[in-house]
């Protein structure tokens, strides 16, 4: 079992950057293929980005797309989401889990992120 957390969440103006972390712990992390999702108010779970346990491939909602990236330090058992250029649609709660055969688990709490007009 994996244990996430999430931080780096926060009020920023369009146009803004912010970096999300997800701190995992409890088994070997760089075996794990890893996701950010996110959900807005009244919406459904979606999609953002995916990447390999060793970083070299990476997929990305097309709403984000060139806006932000998702990378991973193995060796801090991190994960990170860049955020840039961004909008108040991208306003939610963003999470991070583990993928987990065709499906993700391990979801950690959640990280607030709130993009002002």
């Known amino acids: 079992q994996v244990q996430l957390v999430e931080s780096g969440g926060g009020l920023v103006q369009a146009g803004g950057s912010l970096r999300l972390s997800c701190a995992a712990s409890?088994?070997?992390?760089?075996?794990?293929?890893m996701g950010w999702f996110r959900q807005a108010p009244g919406k459904e779970r979606e999609f953002v980005a995916a990447?390999?346990?060793?970083?070299?491939?990476?997929y990305y909602a097309d709403s984000v797309k060139g806006r932000f990236t998702i990378s991973r330090d193995n060796a801090k058992n991190t994960l990170y989401l860049q955020m840039n250029s961004l909008k108040p649609e991208d306003t939610a709660v963003y999470y991070c889990?583990?993928?987990?055969?065709?499906?993700?688990?391990?979801w950690g709490q959640g990280t607030q992120v709130t993009v002002s007009s």
């Open positions: 409890g088994r070997t992390f760089s075996s794990l293929h």
């Open positions: 990447i390999s346990g060793s970083g070299s491939s990476t």
């Open positions: 889990a583990v993928r987990v055969g065709l499906a993700y688990d391990n």
